[in-house]
């Protein structure tokens, strides 16, 4: 019996990943521990070593394939031995416990394209699943599961159902009246069920109606009606991005301060000193200096360093300032995060975040060090722009944005000079932080990079 | 506020009981004189006198008796077995007459007793001192099983059974007697029997517990979140009947996932009722199948081996674990 290699928790909470590459075939012999593709995860890539040594009877995913932790990913058959069918699942039950083996260890692995044969028997799915299943409008017998043991997940039916609703007729879901037996009076507000499930799909077709259970986007008109489109697949970022930025915006209550800093002097400095930072191998950017005057910000406004637990009514202080720094890469937007800025100095901070932003760059970075940030700060000036609304990195409470630095005539004691000015916009969430401490927030800010001394008196 | 640790609490309850009304008495081996095995009746006799606090011979049986006898004549007894253990001599007085009185002579005598038992392993005591056999209680209709797990709640709760118009068993859990204190308040307070609490509120999985092994689990809280990145739900039951489970209906649909511990075995234990309870009015919510952290269906082991027979953290944490990745 082969051995399955299943998708291993990768950390973090992460339940998903894309298949990018996949460096052997069905047939093909690996080593223990032989790189045997690559996935991305959450903003990073991760290679995946095989845990076994033998033959791949099965190979169950290919390049653009979206798989779930818990997964049979491949199979290996070790040369003349009888492996356990045994599932290589996270940290099992301690010798102590009691408790009934899962069902997950009797299994094949999934086949990888049409619904397997369920036969007459009930199909592996919870009961949960089984639910929105039956909400949705989508028959079991026609899903593929991806779970453990074939087992059919909520992304299983949930992508069923987006899938179909373009096919041309879908089968016929049978009643399900007949299955369904009274709730017993006890039972609180019954779950509902529709009297009968069969889904009308024509070309332009309306989906079965939402259902009760939070679910994914309302249904797209279809577009080709109005003229030629093309469809193409997002990458996992992409898609990773989308989903946060919805949270942050249905949760924050945004709102964004703008002012301008007067930088001259700043610049001056910083083109002096530019020369020494190069010696020691750094490059002494503009970035850096706002690094530092916002963990000065952070230190006198520490509600701006702070998370908002709503269920327990609580502010979440962080004595730790972490700093996230929004890096534009081609594949898309990402956030490392620099870790203790109020305790560098400003050599150490130029030269972690050249370091950390060429491995954005190049797509290097681990998961870790895109976590853990406390305050986020994005610059699009090299692009240009006066003021923009930029979105509160959830769960922290504010980020600040810079603008595009430029040359500017101001009025000076009566008199128009030209002035280096810094666009900052800051948004806050307005739940924790009201616009007077933003407003007072951003001031501290621009008067730190007016008066870059003003930064030694911060403790 | 006071510190109390809960023997503390549950003799202020009895204090103030036995202050506010004329009518409560306590019946019990060892209780007067010696101030009770466990010191929950300290300064009880002296402050009341023996008309009020009775040091009665050993037969159990004989106390719930006249307990009954008590209550006809308007009396409202709190009786105390010495050990959950020892109540069986009880048994046929509690089963057969203290809860079905009201029923029997169709609410013209009832029977507004407490019977308190200290119950459960973990202080190495010799056999029939540390059973948790509260199933057994909860399976009689016309019982109330009230079991605290803390000093605050314990006064509360023994304050409220004590006023209940019916018979409860008040379960006290006697590893917890001394092993934490807690601000009680110096008003009395009372709490709503029947009435579960969700200790800690979380989104991935339920874990419901009560009495003693409220401690293990929420000892297992912050290394399912920091370590698993699994947030918990804690329902502290209180009460086995009343069941709240409502309560523990809403944690269901709430979160999807289930793990119950009790230190009580497992066969026909608390855990299978509430697991019927579940499945009866939550089952389309249930993303994976449930777990109990249970003791063995074995006697209590003595001494060495009673830490690995009683629920702990670990076994919290793993069944969280199975339940959460399922």
Known sequence: MAKQFILPDLGEGIHEAQVVNVMIREGDTVTQDQMVMEVETDKASVELPVPYA????????????????????????????????????PPGPDAGVPATAPAADTTAAAPA??????????????????????????????????????????????????????????PAIPPVAAAVRPTPATAPAPVPVPATTTVPVTKAATPPPPPAAALAAEALPDFAQWGPIRREKVPQIRKTIARQM???????????????????????????????FAEQGAKLTLTAFILKAVAGGLRQFPQFNASYDDAAGELIYKDYIHLGVAVDTPRGLMVPVLREVDRKGLVTISRELKVLADRAREFKLDVAEMRGGTFTITNVGALGGQFATPMINWPEVAI????????????????????????????????????????????????????????LLVS | MAQLNMAKALNLALREALKEDDKVILIGQDIGQDEGVFRITEGLLREFGPDRVVDFPVAESAIVGLAIGLCFTGFRPVCEMQFSGFGYHAFHQIEN?????????????????????????????????????????????????????????????????????DPVIFYEPKASYRAFKEEVPDEPETMDIGKA???????????????AT?????????????????????????????LDTETIIRSIRKTGRCVIAHEAPRNCGPAAEIIARIVEDALMYLEAPIRRVTGYD?????????????PDARKVVTAACEVARY
């Open chain 2, 214 to 242: 409220m401690r293990p689990v929420l000892e297992a809280v912050d290394e399912l979140r920091e370590e698993h990145r699994i947030d918990p739900e804690i329902v502290d039951l209180l009460s086995l009947v009343p």
């Open chain 2, 298 to 310: 074995v006697v209590m082991p003595y001494f060495n081996l009673e830490r690995p027979y009683l």
């Open chain 2, 197 to 211: 609490q969700v200790v800690r509120e979380g989104s991935d999985v339920t874990i419901i517990s009560y009495g």
């Open chain 2, 97 to 165: 007459h203290l809860s079905r009185f009201r029923n029997r002579t169709r609410g013209r005598f009832t029977c507004p007793a407490v019977v308190r038992m200290p119950y459960g392993g973990g202080i190495r005591a010799i056999e029939h001192h540390s059973e948790s056999r509260e199933a057994i209680w909860a399976h009689l209709p016309g019982l109330k099983v009230v079991i605290p797990s803390g000093p605050r709640n314990a006064r509360a709760l023994l304050r409220a059974s004590i006023l209940d118009p």
């Open chain 1, 400 to 455: 600040l944005g810079l603008g595009k630095l430029a040359e500017k005539p101001m009025v000076r004691n009566g008199e128009i000079v030209v002035r280096k000015m810094l666009p900052l916009f800051l948004s806050f969430d307005h739940r924790v932080i009201d616009g007077a401490d933003g407003a007072r927030f951003v001031n501290t800010i621009a008067t730190f990079l007016e008066n870059p001394l003003n930064l």
């Open chain 1, 113 to 170: 394209e049409p619904p397997p044969d369920y036969g007459p028997g009930p199909v592996p799915a919870a009961p949960a699943v089984r639910r929105l299943a039956r909400e949705l409008g989508v028959d079991l017998r026609q899903v593929r599961g991806s779970g453990p043991g074939g087992r059919i997940l909520r992304e299983d039916v949930e992508r069923f159902q987006a899938a179909s609703s373009k096919r041309e007729p879908a």
């Open chain 1, 246 to 276: 919805a949270r942050a915006w249905s949760i924050i209550p945004h709102v964004t301060h703008g002012d301008e800093a007067d930088v001259t002097d700043l610049e001056i400095f910083r083109k002096e000193q530019g020369k020494v």
């Open chain 1, 54 to 89: 033998g033959r791949v009877s099965k190979l169950n995913v290919k390049v653009g394939d979206t798989i779930s932790v818990g997964q049979v990913l491949l199979e290996v058959e070790a040369a003349g031995e009888m492996a356990t069918a045994a599932a290589d699942q």
